[in-house]
């Protein structure tokens, strides 16, 4: 596993790049003035109980919450919230709006 460092303009300059390196499997420390902020990595380095771990952490420090039980939920796959009907594109759509 690789793991880089990157600082916030160089990540939003290359962003493209850098979620293609860690889509394959390179794990990017995001830094803000040298210190680091965030991480960036394939959800697939993930594993269901880390992942409900964190969640846990997160719900503790009240940083998240969620109705259910003290089970953390399964992350679902996002949906599309808008279905376009008939021939006009999303890109069309959005011109028309600027209008």
């Known amino acids: 596993m690789?793991?880089?460092t990157v600082g916030?303009?160089?990540l939003k300059t290359h962003l493209s790049?850098?979620?293609r390196?860690?889509?394959g499997g390179a794990t990017i420390v995001v830094t803000d003035r040298n210190e680091p902020i965030a991480l960036l990595m394939s959800i697939a380095q993930v594993d269901d109980a880390?992942?409900?771990k964190r969640m846990v952490a997160l719900r503790e420090q009240g940083m998240l919450s969620w109705s259910g039980g003290m089970t953390p939920p399964r992350l679902l796959?996002?949906?599309p919230k808008v279905?376009?009907?008939g021939d006009r594109l999303a890109s069309d759509l959005l011109l028309e709006?600027?209008?």
């Open 21 to 23: 390196e860690a889509r």
């Open 77 to 79: 796959p996002a949906r």
């Open 97 to 99: 709006d600027r209008r």
């Open 83 to 85: 279905t376009l009907r």
């Open 8 to 10: 916030v303009r160089e």
């Open 2 to 4: 690789t793991v880089k």
């Open 50 to 52: 880390d992942l409900a």
């Open 17 to 19: 790049r850098y979620l």
